[in-house]
């Protein structure tokens, strides 16, 4: 292999192996963090119009967030509070490639969500599978391409 494709195969692989293990690490953090910090509700699973949505296997869940009373408040709002809102969202995190039957239209998944971002919604803990398993796998292939990329770029150098 010519010298100059293997030090920018290895260097691709490298840095597509670091980027893959830092999304890793700040998505598993950020699930973290909302399952501990975040609102527990109560969503309802919503059926889809659009066909590509329905390709998706993670749920399109709806669910309302209460008024906080006592916030911020914008400019020119006079007592800072924001009404309640529906959000409509898909959670963060593994999903299965097929829809469980649990995720059916109009079923009950208990989510949390982060109160700054309601958007930001992660299934709650008894809800979720097999999500360490899907992390650890998605890491350890991080590893490989930066073990590859790091192997080549020593193979040149040395």
């Excluded at 007592?79 to 529906?86: T, Y």
Aim: net charge positive; proline share 6%.
């Amino acid at each position: 292999m010519d010298t100059t494709t293997a030090t920018v195969g290895g260097l691709v692989l490298a840095l597509f192996g670091g980027v893959l293990l830092l999304w890793c690490a700040a998505e598993v953090r950020l699930r973290r963090r909302v399952r501990r910090r975040g609102v527990a509700a109560v969503a309802t699973v919503v059926a889809e119009d659009d066909v590509h949505g329905r390709l998706d296997s993670a749920p399109l869940l709806s669910f309302s967030v209460p008024p906080s009373v006592g916030g911020s408040g914008g400019s020119g709002s006079s007592g800072g509070c924001r009404i309640a809102g529906l959000v409509r969202t898909r959670p963060r995190g593994h999903t299965p490639l097929r829809r469980p039957d649990r995720f059916a239209p109009g079923s009950s998944v208990r989510i949390c969500y982060d109160p700054e971002r309601p958007s930001r919604v992660v299934l709650a803990a008894g809800e979720v599978g097999r999500a360490a398993a899907t992390d650890l796998l998605w890491s350890a292939l991080g590893v490989a391409f930066l073990v590859a990329g790091a192997g080549l770029l020593a193979a040149v150098g040395g």
